[in-house]
């Protein structure tokens, strides 16, 4: 079938990477097994992402309850992508980045299962727009099949010879049984809120099923190693008299690539607060929580917390030989990205909410890497962030952990 597909459909190429990944450390003990087929002509590419786990960690890891024997599998990507000039069209699932973190954004973190979604993106000069519409895992209500929907839209801007990068944009989730997708919610321009003024969101008894979020993110970089950024989230913010918290969400980083005496060091550092209800709309919603498949969209610990995290990557041998280490001060509240919404007369709650857990999240490992084997070896006590992110995790465990991964690329013509 490949060679029909190469030969006859798309002429042009083909990449096949295989990715064998075993993982031993003081909690876990579990393979992971990846391919990745991209075939591409012209403008047009196609990327497909099968992704089987061993069946105890697959919910941890995919989000997934589709098991055959000791394995779970799911599809992360099946993307078919357009881009031209200043136009990029995709459709299909892939995971979905917004924000400046390197992998733990809080809009959109990349880190959560990937979702079924068509996405939009139009640059003119220095100023860039992006929509998105895509359908999250479905969820039961008794017997009634409650569909989660997902649409956003950020609107980014660069300055001062690239160098300052400002973005703002909302998104929503709104859902209900049989619930089609909105119209409204498409619209170029119209903020998310006037669907609430306009009687064009959805109650269901006493339950609204739109939840939006505003957001602003940007960056800067000082000369040329050193990038500043924040990212800022609007769930809900309070401008009358109401006994009931704010749900905010903040970050504030840095990172850059640096060569001290030989060596390439990449590092970044970064401080989150996010407010503790936060991202948590079930109860007031059918499913209307900032979650796919049990795990957040966004930061990927959820919310109610504070947390200082940084990291560093030095490489000792370009590509070769590593020296990885990871800090993150966490102090997590009680409430979890599966609660239901009880934001109720709450101004005097401590923050983050009773009982608090800290956690003190480190890793140091070496790095062996050539073309086909990857090795990391050392020290960690940091579970996967899943468990964290639902309260599932009372003592950290640390120990000796070891990741092997062993990977073949073909490439086609």
């Known amino acids: 079938m490949i060679f029909i597909l190469s030969n006859f ?3 042009q190429e083909m990449r096949i990477k ?5 993982h031993s450390n003081p ?9 990745n087929l991209k075939i591409t002509h012209e403008n047009w590419s196609l990327l497909i992402n099968p992704e089987i786990v061993d069946k105890y960690v697959g919910k941890q890891i995919l989000g997934t309850n589709f098991s055959r024997e000791k394995f779970m599998g799911r599809f992360k990507e099946s993307i078919l992508t357009y881009e031209k000039d200043n136009l990029i069209f995709q459709f299909g699932r892939s995971p979905i980045k917004w924000g400046k973190s ?3 954004s809080i809009i959109q973190s990349g880190q959560a299962p990937s979702y079924d979604h068509g996405y939009f993106k139009l640059d003119l000069s220095n100023f860039s727009a992006e929509f998105l519409v895509g359908q999250l895992g479905s969820e039961r209500f008794k017997s009634d099949r409650i569909l989660r929907l997902i649409s956003g839209r ?9 160098k300052l990068n400002i973005s703002f944009g909302e998104q929503v989730i709104y859902t209900g049984e049989n619930r089609n997708y909105e119209i409204f919610y498409l619209n170029p321009a119209i903020p998310y809120v006037f669907a609430a003024y306009e009687d064009n969101d959805l109650d269901v008894g006493n339950m609204n099923n739109d939840n939006s979020m505003i957001f602003f993110e940007g960056s800067y ?3 040329r190693k050193y990038f500043i950024y924040f990212e800022f989230i609007i ?3 309070q401008i009358y008299n109401d006994p009931v918290q704010d749900m905010l969400g903040t970050k504030i980083g840095a990172k850059s690539e640096t060569n001290i005496f030989g060596f390439f060091i990449d590092w970044e550092a970064e401080y989150t607060e996010i407010d503790t209800w936060t991202y948590i709309h079930s109860g007031r919603g059918q499913f ?5 498949l049990s795990h957040p969209i966004g930061y990927p610990y959820g919310g109610d917390l504070k947390s200082i995290r940084v990291s560093s990557q030095a490489w000792l041998k370009r590509d070769r030989l590593s020296i990885e280490t990871k800090y993150n001060w966490l102090d997590k509240g009680s409430v979890n990205i599966g609660n239901e919404w009880g934001n109720v007369d709450n101004l005097q709650d401590p923050f983050p909410s009773d009982p608090a857990k800290t956690f003190n999240l480190f890793q140091s490992a070496l790095g062996i890497h050539s073309k086909n084997l990857s090795i990391l070896l050392g020290y960690t006590n940091i579970p996967l962030p899943y468990e964290i992110a639902n309260n599932l995790i009372e003592n950290l465990k640390g120990g000796f952990f070891i990741d092997l991964k062993l990977k073949k690329v073909i490439n086609f013509r």
Do not use: C, P
């Open 9 to 11: 459909v798309f002429s």
């Open 18 to 22: 295989f990715q064998l990944s075993n």
């Open 27 to 35: 909690y876990y003990k579990y393979s992971h097994y990846d391919a």
């Open 102 to 104: 390197y992998n733990q």
């Open 154 to 162: 950020r609107f980014s801007g660069s300055f001062f010879n690239n």
């Open 221 to 223: 970089l000082m000369g």
């Open 235 to 237: 769930d809900d913010i």
């Open 288 to 292: 209307t929580s900032w979650e796919n």
